[in-house]
Protein backbone atom coordinates (compact mmCIF):
# COMPACT_ATOMS: atom_id res chain seq x y z
CA UNK A 1 0.00 0.00 0.00
CA UNK A 2 0.71 3.45 -0.11
CA UNK A 3 3.53 4.89 2.58
CA UNK A 4 2.85 8.46 2.96
CA UNK A 5 4.95 10.72 5.37
CA UNK A 6 5.12 14.44 6.75
CA UNK A 7 7.25 16.44 8.01
CA UNK A 8 7.49 18.40 10.72
CA UNK A 9 5.03 16.81 12.73
CA UNK A 10 4.57 19.94 14.50
CA UNK A 11 5.39 23.27 13.42
CA UNK A 12 5.76 26.72 15.40
CA UNK A 13 6.08 30.00 13.67
CA UNK A 14 6.05 33.58 14.43
CA UNK A 15 3.39 35.33 12.78
CA UNK A 16 4.38 36.89 9.26
CA UNK A 17 7.08 34.64 8.58
CA UNK A 18 6.79 31.64 6.18
CA UNK A 19 5.97 27.95 6.90
CA UNK A 20 6.49 24.51 4.94
CA UNK A 21 5.39 21.32 4.85
CA UNK A 22 6.73 18.64 3.39
CA UNK A 23 5.33 15.20 1.88
CA UNK A 24 6.69 11.94 0.97
CA UNK A 25 4.91 9.13 -0.41
CA UNK A 26 5.75 5.96 -2.12
CA UNK A 27 3.81 4.81 -5.01
CA UNK A 28 5.46 6.41 -7.85
CA UNK A 29 1.51 5.89 -9.85
CA UNK A 30 0.11 8.60 -7.40
CA UNK A 31 -1.03 11.95 -9.58
CA UNK A 32 -2.78 13.84 -7.81
CA UNK A 33 -1.54 15.73 -4.26
CA UNK A 34 -4.03 17.59 -2.34
CA UNK A 35 -3.46 18.97 1.25
CA UNK A 36 -6.25 19.85 3.64
CA UNK A 37 -6.66 22.04 6.70
CA UNK A 38 -8.87 20.97 9.90
CA UNK A 39 -8.76 23.67 12.46
CA UNK A 40 -9.80 22.48 16.20
CA UNK A 41 -12.95 20.58 16.31
CA UNK A 42 -14.10 21.35 12.47
CA UNK A 43 -13.99 18.82 9.56
CA UNK A 44 -11.14 18.73 6.87
CA UNK A 45 -11.15 21.42 4.09
CA UNK A 46 -9.21 21.20 0.65
CA UNK A 47 -7.01 24.48 0.73
CA UNK A 48 -4.70 23.31 -2.35
CA UNK A 49 -4.10 20.74 -4.88
CA UNK A 50 -1.67 19.81 -7.42
CA UNK A 51 -1.80 17.50 -10.50
CA UNK A 52 1.14 15.43 -11.51
CA UNK A 53 1.50 17.75 -14.87
CA UNK A 54 2.23 20.92 -13.06
CA UNK A 55 5.03 21.73 -10.56
CA UNK A 56 3.90 24.60 -8.64
CA UNK A 57 0.64 26.16 -8.03
CA UNK A 58 -0.28 28.88 -5.88
CA UNK A 59 -3.07 30.65 -4.71
CA UNK A 60 -2.37 33.93 -2.54
CA UNK A 61 -0.48 32.90 0.33
CA UNK A 62 -0.84 29.50 -0.10
CA UNK A 63 1.28 27.33 -2.93
CA UNK A 64 1.89 23.94 -3.07
CA UNK A 65 5.12 22.33 -4.92
CA UNK A 66 5.35 18.86 -6.43
CA UNK A 67 9.12 16.74 -7.30
CA UNK A 68 7.98 13.96 -8.71
CA UNK A 69 10.91 12.43 -9.38
CA UNK A 70 11.85 12.13 -5.61
CA UNK A 71 8.10 11.35 -4.18
CA UNK A 72 7.64 14.69 -2.39
CA UNK A 73 5.26 17.42 -2.74
CA UNK A 74 5.71 20.90 -0.33
CA UNK A 75 2.72 22.77 0.95
CA UNK A 76 4.59 26.68 1.42
CA UNK A 77 2.62 29.31 3.36
CA UNK A 78 3.38 33.30 3.46
CA UNK A 79 2.63 35.41 5.83
CA UNK A 80 1.33 33.87 8.50
CA UNK A 81 -1.55 34.79 9.88
CA UNK A 82 -3.59 33.41 13.39
CA UNK A 83 -6.17 31.48 11.52
CA UNK A 84 -3.60 29.36 9.68
CA UNK A 85 -2.97 27.56 12.62
CA UNK A 86 -4.26 24.08 12.09
CA UNK A 87 -3.95 20.71 11.46
CA UNK A 88 -2.63 20.33 7.75
CA UNK A 89 -2.76 16.65 6.08
CA UNK A 90 -1.13 15.47 2.33
CA UNK A 91 -3.34 13.19 1.00
CA UNK A 92 -1.18 12.07 -3.01
CA UNK A 93 -3.67 9.44 -4.86
CA UNK A 94 -4.65 8.51 -8.12
CA UNK A 95 -6.78 11.06 -9.75
CA UNK A 96 -10.44 9.93 -9.83
CA UNK A 97 -10.12 7.99 -7.62
CA UNK A 98 -12.02 8.43 -4.09
CA UNK A 99 -9.83 6.68 -1.87
CA UNK A 100 -7.34 9.23 0.31
CA UNK A 101 -4.52 8.53 2.17
CA UNK A 102 -3.71 10.67 4.44
CA UNK A 103 -0.21 11.59 5.99
CA UNK A 104 0.06 11.73 9.96
CA UNK A 105 -0.56 15.55 9.59
CA UNK A 106 1.32 18.68 10.94
CA UNK A 107 -0.21 20.90 13.48
CA UNK A 108 0.93 24.35 13.10
CA UNK A 109 0.97 26.87 15.98
CA UNK A 110 1.32 30.60 14.72
CA UNK A 111 2.45 32.78 17.68
CA UNK A 112 1.26 36.26 17.64
CA UNK B 1 -26.29 23.93 -1.29
CA UNK B 2 -26.47 22.44 1.85
CA UNK B 3 -23.13 20.80 2.90
CA UNK B 4 -22.73 16.83 4.07
CA UNK B 5 -24.45 16.24 7.07
CA UNK B 6 -23.79 13.19 9.40
CA UNK B 7 -25.93 11.56 12.51
CA UNK B 8 -26.04 11.45 15.02
CA UNK B 9 -22.92 13.76 15.89
CA UNK B 10 -22.09 11.60 19.31
CA UNK B 11 -22.69 7.94 20.46
CA UNK B 12 -21.53 6.60 23.52
CA UNK B 13 -21.96 2.73 23.51
CA UNK B 14 -20.65 -0.41 25.20
CA UNK B 15 -18.44 -2.82 24.17
CA UNK B 16 -20.23 -6.10 21.84
CA UNK B 17 -22.88 -3.75 20.83
CA UNK B 18 -23.39 -2.43 17.50
CA UNK B 19 -23.61 0.73 15.65
CA UNK B 20 -24.94 2.37 12.67
CA UNK B 21 -23.92 5.51 11.53
CA UNK B 22 -25.42 7.94 8.71
CA UNK B 23 -24.13 10.07 6.52
CA UNK B 24 -26.40 12.74 3.46
CA UNK B 25 -23.94 13.34 0.89
CA UNK B 26 -23.86 17.43 -1.19
CA UNK B 27 -26.76 16.91 -3.20
CA UNK B 28 -25.31 15.78 -6.81
CA UNK B 29 -22.83 14.15 -5.13
CA UNK B 30 -22.81 10.28 -5.90
CA UNK B 31 -19.53 8.94 -3.86
CA UNK B 32 -19.20 8.83 -0.39
CA UNK B 33 -16.24 7.50 1.55
CA UNK B 34 -15.71 7.18 5.24
CA UNK B 35 -12.97 8.03 7.44
CA UNK B 36 -11.99 6.85 10.65
CA UNK B 37 -9.68 9.11 12.55
CA UNK B 38 -8.17 9.02 16.15
CA UNK B 39 -5.23 10.66 17.87
CA UNK B 40 -2.93 7.54 17.50
CA UNK B 41 -3.83 6.31 13.82
CA UNK B 42 -4.80 9.81 11.89
CA UNK B 43 -7.21 9.65 9.49
CA UNK B 44 -7.60 6.40 7.94
CA UNK B 45 -9.85 5.38 5.10
CA UNK B 46 -13.00 2.95 5.60
CA UNK B 47 -14.35 2.77 2.32
CA UNK B 48 -15.70 4.52 -0.81
CA UNK B 49 -19.30 3.99 -1.91
CA UNK B 50 -20.64 4.90 -5.20
CA UNK B 51 -23.63 4.10 -7.36
CA UNK B 52 -24.68 2.15 -4.68
CA UNK B 53 -21.52 -0.25 -5.04
CA UNK B 54 -18.24 -0.59 -2.73
CA UNK B 55 -15.51 0.63 -5.14
CA UNK B 56 -13.09 0.66 -2.74
CA UNK B 57 -11.97 -0.61 1.00
CA UNK B 58 -9.32 0.37 3.36
CA UNK B 59 -7.67 -2.16 6.22
CA UNK B 60 -10.48 -2.69 8.39
CA UNK B 61 -12.09 -5.84 9.77
CA UNK B 62 -15.29 -7.44 8.33
CA UNK B 63 -16.79 -5.69 11.54
CA UNK B 64 -16.63 -2.71 9.80
CA UNK B 65 -19.33 -2.47 6.79
CA UNK B 66 -21.48 -0.10 4.81
CA UNK B 67 -23.70 0.76 2.02
CA UNK B 68 -25.16 3.34 0.11
CA UNK B 69 -28.62 4.21 -1.04
CA UNK B 70 -30.07 4.89 -4.43
CA UNK B 71 -30.39 9.04 -3.28
CA UNK B 72 -26.82 8.57 -2.78
CA UNK B 73 -26.99 8.67 1.41
CA UNK B 74 -25.11 6.52 3.30
CA UNK B 75 -24.46 4.70 6.35
CA UNK B 76 -21.84 2.50 7.99
CA UNK B 77 -22.03 0.05 10.81
CA UNK B 78 -19.72 -1.55 12.96
CA UNK B 79 -20.90 -4.49 14.96
CA UNK B 80 -18.98 -6.36 17.92
CA UNK B 81 -17.83 -2.81 19.07
CA UNK B 82 -14.39 -2.74 20.84
CA UNK B 83 -12.81 -0.15 22.83
CA UNK B 84 -10.68 0.85 19.61
CA UNK B 85 -13.50 1.97 17.89
CA UNK B 86 -13.56 4.69 19.77
CA UNK B 87 -12.65 7.80 17.10
CA UNK B 88 -14.38 10.17 14.96
CA UNK B 89 -15.75 8.52 12.26
CA UNK B 90 -15.89 10.97 9.11
CA UNK B 91 -17.68 10.79 5.82
CA UNK B 92 -16.63 12.79 2.81
CA UNK B 93 -19.01 13.20 -0.56
CA UNK B 94 -17.33 13.97 -4.05
CA UNK B 95 -18.59 15.05 -7.40
CA UNK B 96 -16.48 12.31 -9.08
CA UNK B 97 -15.87 13.27 -12.59
CA UNK B 98 -13.04 11.51 -13.80
CA UNK B 99 -10.78 14.89 -13.17
CA UNK B 100 -12.17 16.15 -10.33
CA UNK B 101 -11.15 14.79 -6.63
CA UNK B 102 -12.06 17.25 -4.37
CA UNK B 103 -13.89 15.58 -1.07
CA UNK B 104 -16.60 17.32 1.15
CA UNK B 105 -16.34 16.17 4.45
CA UNK B 106 -19.26 16.23 7.10
CA UNK B 107 -19.07 17.14 10.50
CA UNK B 108 -18.52 13.40 12.04
CA UNK B 109 -19.55 11.21 14.93
CA UNK B 110 -17.90 10.77 17.65
CA UNK B 111 -18.00 7.52 18.86
CA UNK B 112 -17.48 6.14 22.47
CA UNK B 113 -16.87 3.03 23.27
CA UNK B 114 -16.76 2.25 27.13
Known amino acids: GENVEQHPSTLSVQEGDSAVIKCTYS??????FPWYKQELGKRPQLIID?????GEKKDQRIAVTLNKTAKHFSLHITETQPEDSAVYFC???????????FGQGTRLTINP | KAGVTQTPRYLIKTRGQQVTLSCSPI?????VSWYQQTPGQGLQFLFE???????NKGNFPGRFSGRQFSNSRSEMNVSTLELGDSALYLC?????????????FGPGTRLTVL
Open chain 2, 92 to 104: ASSLWQFSYNEQF
Open chain 1, 27 to 32: DSASNY
Open chain 1, 50 to 54: IRSNV
Open chain 1, 91 to 101: APSLQGAQKLV
Open chain 2, 27 to 31: SGHRS
Open chain 2, 49 to 55: YFSETQR
